[in-house]
């Protein structure tokens, strides 16, 4: 058989650049459209045009190794299959340029094991991974479909079998050329062994055709990515690179200070959201992974974290930057169903933070037009003018305390803080969380105090959308704080801790701040807190959003519960877990008439496991859980990590 000619390749070679300039300018599209958002918040390091800085681990992980792809072990193995597979053919196709240089690259080892074996295995696992994401589109994958679809996959997976066919077609007749079976390409093998009966002519102008048809599938492949949601394979890791280094949500400050034609309060628009949430919205492939996690949308609630993202990538696409229909066309119903459970930003395997977006659009119902619904309405006015968001409760704020020895912190002799927060203060459940906190204490004989006065991080007032609520409840907090010389805090509420953590250093905060159960396990393991283990005791934790998913802690709770029992994980745990629905303010939601409410969803899932207890380290979670519990009948099952420690405690009657 006659090899191409130089002439051939040339051509072809040409065709190729153009195939990878119209790549180029097509990338270079996104990036002007990116351009319109939001400049990085002032003072943010890192990229210059994204405001990020470039996180190596995600890059590595998510992009590169793919990690978050692997939670679904088959769509994993798909896409291993057809990017490894891709990398070798690429390998392959570019090694024939020696050719030229009088190489044969089909000899030695090279061509045994690259040219052959190789490539045959790489074609083979380009055909079964594109099969695989080809027939899921083609079934109507659910969640694929559901809440809306990007157009133009099936198309692009259809031209990539097509190439990955031709190649084995235009191999096979190679094969049948040189009359003698190729060691290796042992596919090329059997069909060529089918061409036999072809004559030569035949077979050298099947050859010919097959090499064009092969080569400029795969060329006009490559020209289209940009152009099709394919461009995931550039944009997604980009987005990966430069995705938080922290986990979860970190809504950006306001610049209150800022004059009246550059103040934003939240978003209407997409030139009103920062440019990272508009590479968001490029990179996204509409997969629904971020809708199976969603406990809003899996209770039947408006909110689709797919719907919203797909709807705003549309008005990208459409170049729509200063459109304020967006927001209404997103809806205040599915805004404010935001637990900010951050499950949507933990399962994007492009590193998309939809919860934020969300929150921008929530900060401008909020602020700007006074849209909310009237129970979060309700939580905001106490917060203004009770300083925390409960109504109707008949604690006051010592109840908690009463006929305990509770000192008060004293600058300069206290060590630790022991932060209440609204809820301990004013739920009466949550109350005895600060009680077994106390006896802890003790036990631990360390030295600790509190205010002695009812105050809240501000936490209820910034998910809800009132930064200015927020920032000046979070000033008078560290005022206080500084007077008082405050080093160290423990918080008995993620979101307390999660503020204090997070939000507090933007406004100059300098104390550290530790929740209850991670100091809980380090007096454990150092020996300073004796408890006592009951092995038929059988408990099953559930993890806070706003301790796992948004700071990682999901090791310490455990290690504590197992030194007290048998620990019984349930189906979806540490960063997997699900939310008890009280986030983002939900806590005061009247929520969807008809809907499931996610905290019976949950504790049914926690009762599941056959497990005696429940227990959380969280205060709203708690809340959310025994109200849900409380359904079952009067035995307590739900208990804070403290209430539990405090009864291993040796001599506690509990």
């Not at 057809?82 to 053919?89: E, K, N, P, Q, Y």
């Not at 803080?417 to 739920?427: M, P, S």
Request: hydrophobic letters at 45%; one cysteine or more; aromatic letters at 8%.
């Amino acid at each position: 058989m006659n090899a191409p000619s130089v002439i051939q390749y040339l051509l072809l070679a040409v065709l190729l650049s153009a195939a990878l300039v119209a790549l180029a300018l097509g990338l270079r599209r996104y990036r002007q459209r990116i351009a319109r958002g939001r400049e990085g918040a002032p003072g943010s390091t890192g990229n210059a045009f994204l405001g990020r800085e470039f996180n190596a681990a995600s890059f590595v992980h998510r992009a590169l190794l793919t990690s978050r792809l692997w939670k679904r072990p088959v769509a994993g193995l798909a896409h291993a299959l057809l990017l490894g597979g891709a990398l070798v053919a690429i390998l392959g196709h570019a090694s024939f340029a020696l050719s030229f240089v009088g190489v044969d690259v089909y000899a030695g080892w090279f061509g045994t094991v690259v040219m052959r074996w190789a490539r045959e295995l790489a074609g083979l696992a380009m055909l079964a991974g594109v099969s695989f994401f080809l027939l899921r589109r083609l079934v109507r994958l659910p969640r694929l479909v559901e809440g809306g679809e990007r157009q133009g996959f099936v198309a692009m997976e259809l031209l990539l079998l097509a190439t990955v066919l031709a190649g084995f077609i235009a191999e096979s007749f190679r094969l049948a050329g040189l009359q003698q079976p190729s060691s290796g390409e042992f596919v090329g093998n059997l069909v060529a062994a089918g061409l036999s009966g072809l004559d030569a002519d035949t077979i050298m102008r099947g050859d010919a055709v097959m090499w064009w048809v092969h080569g400029l599938l795969g060329v006009g492949f490559i020209g289209l990515i940009a152009y099709t949601p394919l461009s995931h394979m550039a944009l997604g890791p980009a987005n990966s690179a430069f995705a938080r280094k922290r986990s979860g949500i970190q809504l950006a400050p306001i610049d209150f200070d800022a004059d009246e034609d550059t103040l934003r309060l939240g978003a209407t628009r997409l030139d009103e959201l920062p440019r990272k949430s508009l590479l968001d919205l490029s990179a996204c492939l509409g997969c629904g992974r971020c809708q199976e996690v969603c406990p809003a949308a899996q209770t039947g609630k408006a909110l689709s974290p797919k719907k919203v993202m797909l709807t705003c990538a549309e008005y990208l696409e459409q170049g729509r930057f200063d459109d304020s229909a967006l927001i209404d066309e997103i809806g205040s119903e599915a805004i404010f169903d935001c637990t900010t459970c951050a499950a949507c930003v933990e399962e994007c395997p492009v590193s998309n933070n939809p919860a934020e977006i969300i929150l921008e659009f929530r900060r401008n119902l909020v602020m700007d037009r006074s849209e909310m619904p009237d129970t979060l309405a309700m939580a905001n006015r106490n917060l203004e003018s009770r300083g925390h968001p409960f109504a109707g409760t008949a604690a006051n704020p010592d109840d908690w305390c009463k006929g305990l020895d509770v000192p008060l912190f004293e600058a300069g002799k206290t060590e630790y803080l022991l932060w209440l927060g609204c809820a301990v203060t004013y739920e009466e459940r949550a109350q005895e969380v600060a009680r077994a906190m106390v006896r802890i204490l003790e036990a631990a004989g360390v030295s600790w105090g509190v205010l002695g006065e009812a105050r809240c991080t501000g936490d209820p007032a910034k998910m809800a959308g009132n930064e200015i609520q927020f920032v000046e409840m979070a000033q008078d907090n560290i005022e206080t704080f500084r007077e008082r010389r405050i080093q160290k805090v423990i918080t008995m509420c993620a979101h307390c801790f999660n503020s204090f953590d997070r939000y507090y250093p933007e406004l100059g905060a300098e104390w550290v701040t530790i929740p209850h159960s991670v100091l809980i396990e380090q007096w454990i393991a150092e020996g300073r807190l004796k408890v006592e283990r009951d092995e038929a005791d059988k408990i099953t934790f559930h993890d806070p959003c706003y301790l796992a998913r948004h700071n990682d802690i999901v090791e310490q709770p455990r290690k504590v519960l197992s030194a007290l029992g048998q620990l019984i994980e349930m189906p979806r745990n540490r960063k997997d877990s699900m939310c008890c629905g009280a986030g983002g303010c939900n806590y005061w939601s009247a929520g969807k008439s008809g809907s499931a409410r996610i905290n019976d969803v949950r504790t049914t899932e926690a009762l599941g496991t056959g497990a005696d207890k429940i227990a959380t380290s969280c205060s709203f979670c708690l809340l959310m859980l025994s109200s849900s519990a409380s359904r079952e009948g009067p035995e307590r099952k739900v208990f804070d990590i403290a209430e539990l420690v405090a009864d291993a405690l040796p001599g506690a009657d509990g």
